[in-house]
């Protein structure tokens, strides 16, 4: 997707970079210290690549995250941005809080099932609301993995944990609530599923409110039997795509040559484009009540549906906008800006004398 | 033994600086006591008396006199008792003072508790329609018919509950000789932009005013007579205003805050203060607001705010403490900037919400789980309130760490004179940040590293255009470089140089202020909204009793080598404080083991704001009990 | 000034019983230490090396040898450095000795520390794979070729990381002399059950051990012997679990938690032991277990339980303790019965999860806003573990109030040898509760008045069917009739019985256990995990510094009185603990003022467990300061 | 509804009773002490009626709350119950606990919309999910009553703040979030609407699971002008009712005789009848997707609909059945049932040897 000029035959083949010159491996940072084999690792190669590929610039992300193996993997890409790693499920604030301080930042948080429907489930909840510019991926295996496998809230009903319990309790459906919630980009993948997974994140990358990608993400130590509604085989067995996902960005035009109704095209905010091309679903994504409907027809049903589940261009203005905040980062502004002259106390006191 | 502080009425012999005037039986023609009397007014709230009550107090401020209004409401939003104590103080002594000397009794919910709270000899002004209420024969009374009076002067029915405030506020007024046109004034700087409200107002004033002149005998025991020298120049504010002038001028660019009384109205005059003078031409703001879903979300947001850059702070109340613990101990850890306002109210749990206490102090100092302490910053005045506010932000970012701005509610609520707070012209403290040309010149950055001796290390903001800017946060162990660590060595040496900044932090915060004199045999120490009670006491101590005190007040933790001077120079100390736990003497005991056994307290704890008498009482029924 | 406790290996002249041995360049031939040493083995985790370990330390007590475990764990699933120590002490003195004697070093990633941390002439076993490491000449090194001995053991490649583990267990057996049919029999125990792995196991162990007796010249510098009278009929558990069944025979009906290390294991024992013996015939349950949405939803349930009746409980660490402090001040003042157990992890913040400390001991002492302090119930041994478990929820009841049952990462989850637990037959004691025959009798139920002078009210429980039963819960300001109120002397009435209540506590929570010798100068103070190697420490400052030593244990918190004439009955006091804010010093400061200069303190907070040296050498070094 | 012996013409009228022979009066307690005219009062008038009718055994009941002007309202009616006035925003734990160590209790929770919508939201929502039997009131006026009226997170966007601010953000929709969790029993109604508001309350009483009752309860003090949403005129002028709302008990018959099409009949689990009476829409309650369809399509519109939203006879179990616990409340239990004897720790001891 980036455009590598050609190598002249005489010097070493130069090394790809993306349109700002970097290399792919300034996206890597620290050797994960996940378990061999987590989902969480094959979700942090995806964003580096989508990253990387997005031209996203390192010093410019905050990366966010709770407390978790998932949340863990900020500090597995990134290693020229600034990570912060909070406390269990208060992601969402922090982010909140980093993003009115600083709007010009890329927000990228990554959380956990237990961190996010469990602890945090109000936190996500009024972040979307709030329409934090927040590319929001959980990395969802239905059990707190760092606490050794106890069912989180987004275990299936009839999932059985490794010990042999059976989850009694009907999962939640973090992509629901955040559609109920109005999310205005709301997406499920599997981390096995490579090629559905980098368009999706540099869709999410150039969505400008609160994106949410829920990604079954296998626990390999705990959640990864016989019997588990969230284990590799399992995902990998179920999963349906909703539709062939591409994404093109702005700065590319989109060449798409389909058959009439063999593909929908949906323009984003910044003239990127997302192309779904059908396959065995006829679903459109940019309508609220179908999205509900399909989430409780397969949760029902116990379908694995991946894929743009829902997307509306007219979202709600991020927060900033409707906080109307100067463009300039408010941790930019100068101390003139920010203290009020000797004059307005004056002001203040004489209306009290 | 703690000396517990009463709550009933002071004995009058020893309520005032004018003992002989008191305590007897009302005879007409004496020569009244000027400027010198305690004013209650018993309503319901949620009536409208408020503003009634606000220009009682502002006509004897317009006459020059010094006066302090202490407004006891309910946790409700209607119809609960509610009394507004106003101290007129010649000698500016206008803190607390128990012991009424002019009741006015409109709310027959509490009418049979506020007549017998009176002490011989005082003067109750009663509704008519409440006179069954009365029971004895030992005070001044005068029985206004007020249902009736308001009749001609409101015609709209609706609005009669409200009007009928201003007439007692016109009885009072001649009772103690107000100048009716300070009255008046007062009125329309109450009701200036409202013409029709302003003209009925002042009706209802006047009319009180001359039903009482004709219908009224005066016995003339008090009066208001105009002054100088006292009030010219000053304003009438409360600490919590005071508190948002100064995160004002310390120029907050984020606040996130979950409303709860009382400190909501810190959040609430920031706010209408930043709309005020914190936005360019364009109309777009310097600053954000938000209304979080929680206090944990509050602390979050500010927490996300101040590793990014920005000047954040939020502003709580016990509950919220409470709640606020988890993030306190990352801030504390991972070295965030960030500040928290905390108007004490009277707990533990939900407690008394109305109700004054420094019942915080020990808990905000220890918040969160482990090995943490915070720094925090105890104005005892609104000047220094607004002083801190400004502070505050400057040292969460020179320390970056959490600062408490602990108000109560005492100070930060209630009503009182004061000069026109005044600005300091030191500029805003950003601390120790790298930008991109600063990292240029390091050879290495290490986000943890003491590298000037003082526990501070340095910090770069996300966002930083240099490769080497990056560093990650964690709550979690880590070495000076902010890798991961589970090093036994790392975690220690982490943690030591986490007690040497807060060693810094005992220098550069507000010192203590010490007032000694010359022999003086026992030391005070107090903080907070205890300070005005105290100087009152210090000074009838001398007078009256001939005991000359010298007196330290804390104005931040962690403490100042200057307490441990004071405290080993005294044979004994009094520490005062507001709570049952003796939170401050526990600090200073365990911070001064050597020194605790000259350590006594007197504490005071049921809801009310401390008073002189029971500083006196206290500290001459308790001269060297070590508690 | 504190004493830092150091974390790097002790001298090995004082490091043991037997210094004459120790510290000496190998060399072959001379007698073994017999039953003395600290084996430590270092693996990564998640690789199966602590079903190996266990054998490894089974086998030892199964010869009759006391022994102790220390696993240093990270805190992550799978891959990082992990570190499991082995402590035989013929003595009895088992808890954690720095200074290894025999190293099997199987991770690359740590091998570098590992190795250089060792003494001279101590012993290390290391993979074959991993001889680059080696850079020192003063060791006794085995340089084992595991990866080529466990191919032909077991066939199966994906199960050899596991298997691999059981030949270094083999090794060092061989080494140390081990009783061949007792390592049998401790692999017997772990995998009996599976016959498969069974095999696989004794053949990867006795492989190693007839491996190492063909190709390793023993030195012969240590033996494990068999002995008698020391472990015959004890068990190894960990603190965690005794723990869970003192809840269970406490009576436990509600548990509610949310995982966090290292306090889940005293539910998921908890749960165990619930689902095995607490079911009806009809397969009923007498209890309900909750995993709730977070630590406020825990506190909260378990206090709506506590409410209704049920003996309800939490566990939880340092973050969960935060988030709990709203909920802790509503159990204290409106008087609900509630358990937390406080597996206390290296803090602040999210710290050291895998590490122990007891810096948990003042933050819940002081949980929540305002005025207010709550019991804690502190184990020292794992017997106590489980009657303090009991008897959390009893006191719970009987003072209607929260109770915390603190324990550390060191207690809960290392392996103890001890004696089987043994059941005390005090009744359950359900507090005072009046039921519909009970209100009967009753002229007036006041729920919150102190009908016995002890500070304890009565309660009933919703559900009872009488309609003098009901009365209303608030965290709000209450008369003794449970109704609302704000006067100043409700409140303080209130407060001052409740700390009634808590001088009540002071009385019937577990006492102290003191250790009093002839000739003793100093007296120390310590809690919790520290017996252990405090008991050690004394026995070998008198042996080898002829320092006697008088020994105070606190057990509980508030204080009991007995502390006060302890250190009222000495010169000097030390109080030992594991944090770096001397947080249990500063309790017993501020309540002992006139004491306080007598306190000094010896701290240690590094992650590790407490060891006698360090004990040792803060004694000698310190033995007058205050600080 | 209930059935009093005649009077004989000689004795005084006998007082009105209930079927357990309790008046009226003894579900009343403590006057009020909130604002005159706040719709939470008119609410617990309500509630009084209804607990009568419905022969609730006052000692039987838990009355449970957060912090609010409405979560005092608990201090208002049935004053031989028990009642707790917990936290903010923290009661469906608090609740969940009660109902756990005693299965028996009826429990009746009310709530504010700050304290259930705001700081208590994961809690609520994690209370639906499991299940707890529990009447659940949100006395909804679109604003923090007792902290002087700041906007609620369930203030409507547009509505306006006495001071003038308009709310800028979406406003969460309880019932919806509810039906999204997997609640049984979904109503909305209006503090004036007496009519409804009874057998509403009456039926979800009846439900064995999480019962919700959303009720726009103006706060007369800080939101009652013109330009809220959630003022009485408002409200009045605006409400339209699904259908016309009946409740029978088990115990009496359905006499309903409407013209077929005219009336939906739905049995609950213990026999009682909810009979809802056509008014000019046609909507059927016990389709999920169609209550989630018309609430969007309610808060687009800004329509104010009422009535039965949402209902499901087959619920989930309640906890205490999920957990299999004893009939006998826990805390009824004795303590032979609670202690096992020697034997079991002699047990455990000997597979640690
Ligand atoms: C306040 C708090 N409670 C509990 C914990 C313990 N804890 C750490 S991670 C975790 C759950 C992680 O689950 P999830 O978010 O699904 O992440 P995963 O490990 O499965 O990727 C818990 C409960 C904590 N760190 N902080
Ligand atoms: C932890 C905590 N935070 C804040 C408060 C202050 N507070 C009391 S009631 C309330 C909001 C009430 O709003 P709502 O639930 O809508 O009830 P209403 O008064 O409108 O009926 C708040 C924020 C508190 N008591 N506790
Ligand atoms: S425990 Fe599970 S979630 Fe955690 S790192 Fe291992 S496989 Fe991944
Ligand atoms: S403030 Fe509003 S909600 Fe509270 S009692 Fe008054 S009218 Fe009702
Ligand atoms: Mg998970
Ligand atoms: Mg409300």
Redesign the interface.
């Known amino acids: 997707m980036s455009a590598t000029s050609p190598a002249t035959s005489a010097s070493p083949k130069p090394p790809v970079t993306n349109r700002l010159g970097h290399e792919q491996k300034i996206y890597k940072a ?1 050797e994960s ?4 084999g987590c989902g969480h690792d094959s979700i942090t190669s995806q964003l580096i690549k989508a990253l990387f590929e997005m031209d996203v610039e ?5 990366k ?1 995250s709770g ?1 978790g ?1 998932s949340s ?1 993997t ?2 597995y890409f990134l ?12 992601m ?11 709007r ?2 890329v927000h990228i948080g990554v959380s956990g099932d237990g961190d996010t429907a ?6 996500f ?2 972040s979307i ?2 329409n934090i510019p927040l590319l929001y991926i959980v990395e969802n295996n239905g059990v ?5 496998g ?2 989180s ?1 987004t275990a299936d009903r009839g999932s059985v944990a490794k010990k042999g319990v059976e989850n ?3 999962p ?2 973090v992509c ?2 955040a559609i ?3 999310c205005s980009f709301v997406a499920r993948s599997f981390s096995g599923d490579i090629k559905q997974l980098v368009p999706l994140i540099k869709a999410g990358l150039a969505h400008p409110g609160f994106a949410l990608i829920d990604i079954v993400s296998p626990c390999v ?1 705990f959640n990864n039997h016989e019997g588990s509604t969230k284990s590799f085989k399992y995902a990998k067995s179920h999963e349906d795509p909703l539709h062939e996902f591409g994404f093109v960005p702005y700065y590319e035009e989109t060449k798409v040559d389909y058959e009439p109704g063999t593909a929908q095209e949906i323009e984003m905010a910044d003239g990127s484009h997302i192309v779904l091309k059908k396959l065995s679903h006829d679903y459109n994504p940019t309508d ?2 179908e999205a ?2 399909l989430l ?1 027809k397969a949760r029902s049903e116990k379908l694995f549906l991946t894929g743009l589940l829902y997307h509306k261009n007219e979202g ?1 203005r991020p ?2 906008d ?6 300039t ?5 100068p ?1 003139e ?4 002259g ?1 004059e ?3 002001q ?2 004489e209306s ?2 | 033994m703690s000396i517990e502080a009463s709550s009933a009425t002071t004995n009058a012999a020893t309520g005032s600086s004018e003992p002989a005037t008191r305590g007897l039986p009302a005879s007409a023609g004496r020569t009244p006591v000027v400027n010198d009397l305690v004013i209650s007014i018993a309503t319901s709230n949620g009536t409208g008396s408020q503003s009634a009550n606000n220009i009682l107090m502002r006509t004897i401020f317009n006459m020059g006199v010094p006066v302090g209004g202490k407004n006891l409401f309910p946790s409700n939003i209607q119809g609960l008792p509610t009394w507004f104590d106003i101290r007129v103080n010649k000698n500016d002594f206008t803190s607390r003072r128990a012991g009424v000397d002019l009741m006015v009794a409109m709310n027959p919910e509490s009418a049979r508790d506020d007549i017998s709270s009176l002490r011989p000899g005082a003067i109750l002004v009663i509704n008519e329609d409440m006179k069954a209420f009365i029971n004895r024969d030992d005070l001044i009374i005068y029985v206004v018919p007020f249902s009736k009076l308001v009749v001609p002067i409101c015609p709209d029915g609706r609005l009669r509950r409200l009007v009928v405030n201003m007439m007692y506020v016109g009885v009072v007024g001649w009772l103690l000789h107000f100048d009716l046109e300070e009255l008046k004034r007062a009125i329309q700087k109450q009701f200036g932009r409202k013409p029709a409200a302003l003209e009925l107002n002042q009706n209802a004033a006047v009319g009180g005013y001359e039903w009482a002149a004709e219908n009224l005998e005066r016995q003339d025991l008090f009066s208001v007579e105009r002054m100088t020298g006292k009030a010219e ?5 409360d600490g919590n205003m005071a508190a948002a ?1 100064g995160l ?7 606040l ?1 805050w979950y409303p709860i009384t009382p400190s909501s109205s810190v959040c609430e005059n920031l706010i209408a ?1 930043l709309g ?3 936005h ?1 031409e364009d ?8 209304q ?3 206090e ?17 702070v939020t502003a709580t109340s016990g509950p919220g403490i409470s709640l606020m613990a ?2 306190a101990g ?1 801030s504390y850890f991972a070295e965030i900037p960030a500040v928290i306002v905390d108007v004490q109210r009277m707990g533990p749990s939900t407690g008394l919400p109305t109700r004054t206490c420094q019942g915080d102090i020990a808990k905000a100092y220890n918040l969160s789980h482990g090995d943490c302490k915070h720094v925090l910053l105890i104005p005892g005045s609104l000047q220094e309130a607004f002083e801190f506010g400004i502070e505050s932000l400057n040292l969460a970012e020179r320390l970056q760490t959490l600062v408490f701005l602990m108000l109560d509610l005492d100070i930060g609520m209630n009503n009182y004179m004061i000069d ?2 005044q ?1 300091t012209d030191r ?2 403290d950003r601390g120790k940040v790298l930008d991109a040309e600063a990292l240029n010149k390091v050879e290495e950055f290490a986000r943890y590293r003491d590298v000037d001796g003082d526990g501070i290390p340095y910090r ?8 080497k ?8 162990g880590h070495t000076d470089r902010a ?2 660590s589970e090093k036994p060595e790392d975690w220690q040496s982490n943690m030591d140089r986490l007690s040497r900044k807060f060693d810094t932090a005992r220098a550069i915060t507000p010192q203590p202020v010490i007032d000694t004199v010359e022999g003086a045999g026992i030391g005070i120490i107090a903080y907070g909204s205890s300070d005005a009670p105290i100087r009152e006491a210090r000074v009838r101590l001398d007078e009256e009793h001939g005991l000359k005190t010298n007196y330290l007040r804390i104005r931040a933790l962690p403490l100042s080598a200057d307490v441990r001077e004071f405290i080993a120079s005294h044979e004994r100390v009094i520490v005062i404080e507001q709570n049952r736990d003796a939170q401050m003497a526990s600090i200073i005991r365990s911070d001064y083991p050597d020194l605790a056994p000259r350590v006594s307290t007197l504490l005071h704890y049921n809801g009310l704001p401390l008073d002189a008498q029971t500083v006196i009482n206290g500290v001459i029924v308790n001269p060297g009990t070590v508690n």
Chains 1, 4 share one sequence.
């Open positions: 620290a210290t996940l378990c061999a390192p010093w410019n992300v905050a966010m407390i193996c863990k900020t500090a290693g020229q941005s600034h990570g912060f790693n909070g406390v269990h499920g208060r969402p604030a922090i982010a909140t809080g980093s993003y009115l301080a600083n010009k930042l469990s602890i945090g489930l109000s936190h909840l009024h609301r709030r707190y993995g760092l606490t050794k106890q069912f809230a009694e309790m009907e939640i459906d629901a609530m109920e919630m109005g130590t609220r009540n509900l409907t409780h709600d927060m900033a409707q906080l109307h905040l100067v463009d980062p408010l941790t930019q502004l101390a800006k920010l203290v009020p000797p307005a106390l004056a203040v006191m009290l004398k | 120049g000053k304003v009438i504010m002038l004002l001028y310390g120029g907050t660019t984020v996130s203060f005020k003078y914190r360019e109309g777009k703001a310097t600053y954000a607001v938000v979080a879903e929680d944990l979300a509050a602390i979050g947001m500010v927490v996300g705010a101040g590793w990014a850059g920005a000047r954040a988890e993030f990352l026109p707070l600005l500029p805003l770069t903001l996300p966002g930083t255009p240099h490769p800017a990056a560093f990650f946060t964690r709550g979690t890798t991961y």
